[in-house]
């Protein structure tokens, strides 16, 4: 079997790596990434000398470069995890976004059409739902909730998995979709919340705070994210949605406040500031599908999970402050001020 993971020098596409290097010693895993300000050779240094792993520096907005890697490599699954993901960003520039998360997922799709292939898997978010209330915590996500967007990058990727499900039906392509809830873990970029929130509070820094800090999110550790893709390749149907997701709503103020006692760090470092333009006030997967259909069940306790992570961050502090530097040092000095 050989995938191709793009998105791969990224968060989750980087975790999903080392997942199915260890699960799938036979598979043959390709990394097509563009290594845009997200991506990260470094967080591959321990695959790179891996027979059984290879890395791509690609667009996939450049047909022509992804067409000769399907015509040279005849993959059998791609796993598409490469986008503009970040909320902020597209509220600034939404024009990336719609290249990258769409026009880019329709390359890949234009390829696996005229190449053939087993399964195209589309890596989605809940986001693509829109938000729900917060008095109402009986409401969750289910596959067939309509996709109702708020940011730019919430409905770029929404139009993906529109057209990933036009290509289905029209192009009879083996696809499959999941739409996950927010995922924390190693090696995510540390503009999202928890690694910012780590890092700044290591150095003292004000914590910002969207609004009241009352919006919640559904967090899932990364690593049982990646069980459950790999899952949907092995056992999905095609043409299916997924919801992943570990029934763990946080506030968001709250998992800002667990950063500091853990880090021994007074809240007064907490701010409030400006909410975020359309801020969705409550994500909530339902997952009983991937449960009943595919077994699949996240294993690890978010108080288990949120230790490892902020212990990891500790550790490897070296990488995280490698890559504050050039371009990401800038959209940060803008977003947060200067240091
Ligand atoms: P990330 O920003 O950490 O990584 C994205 C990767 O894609 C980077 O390595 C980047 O270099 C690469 N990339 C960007 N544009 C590219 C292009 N045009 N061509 C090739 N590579 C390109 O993102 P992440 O948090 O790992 O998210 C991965 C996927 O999972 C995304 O599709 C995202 O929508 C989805 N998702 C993320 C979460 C989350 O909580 N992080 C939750 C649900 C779904």
């Given at each position: 079997m050989k995938v191709v993971v793009t998105g791969g020098a990224g968060f989750i596409g980087s975790n999903f790596i080392f997942y199915m290097l260890k699960k799938h010693p036979d598979y043959e895993i390709i990394c097509l990434d563009s290594l845009t300000y997200a991506g990260n050779l470094s967080t591959l240094k321990d695959v790179m000398d891996n027979p059984k792993f290879k890395f791509v520096k690609l667009d996939i907005r450049d047909?022509?470069?992804?067409?000769?890697?399907?015509?040279?490599?005849?993959?059998?699954?791609?796993?598409?995890?490469?986008?503009?993901?970040?909320?902020?960003?597209?509220?600034?520039?939404?024009?990336?976004?719609?290249?990258?998360?769409?026009i880019g997922t329709s390359v890949l799709m234009d390829a696996c059409r005229k190449y053939g292939i087993k399964r195209f898997h589309q890596v989605s978010t809940d986001e693509v739902y829109g938000d729900l209330p917060l008095d109402r915590p009986d409401l969750f996500f289910h596959e067939d909730t309509p996709l109702h967007t708020s940011s730019p990058y919430s409905s770029s990727k929404a139009s993906a998995d529109l057209l990933v499900g036009a290509y289905g039906r029209t192009f009879h392509l083996p696809v499959t979709i999941s739409r996950c809830s927010n995922n924390y873990g190693p090696y995510q970029f540390p503009e999202k919340l928890i690694p910012l929130m780590i890092q700044r509070a290591l150095n003292n820094e004000k914590l910002p705070v969207y609004g009241d800090g009352k919006n919640v999110r559904d967090w899932l550790y990364v690593e049982d994210h990646c069980k459950a893709i790999d899952l949907i390749l092995e056992k999905g149907t095609p043409g299916e949605v997924y919801n992943i997701g570990g029934h763990n709503e946080m506030h968001n103020i709250d998992i800002v406040k667990l950063i500091c006692d853990y880090l021994d760090k007074p809240y007064s470092l907490i701010e409030h500031v400006t909410d975020r333009k359309g801020h969705d006030r409550r994500y909530a997967i339902d997952p009983e599908k991937i449960h009943n259909e595919l077994g699949w069940l996240p294993e690890t306790m978010f108080k288990d999970g949120i230790k490892k992570t902020i212990q990891w961050y500790l550790d490897n502090k070296e990488w995280w402050e490698n890559i504050i530097s050039g371009d990401y040092q800038n959209y940060y000095d803008e977003m947060y001020g200067k240091k």
């Open positions: 047909r022509k470069g992804v067409y000769k890697l399907f015509e040279e490599e005849k993959p059998d699954v791609i796993v598409n995890f490469a986008a503009e993901s970040h909320v902020d960003r597209s509220i600034e520039n939404p024009e990336i976004f719609l290249e990258t998360n769409i």
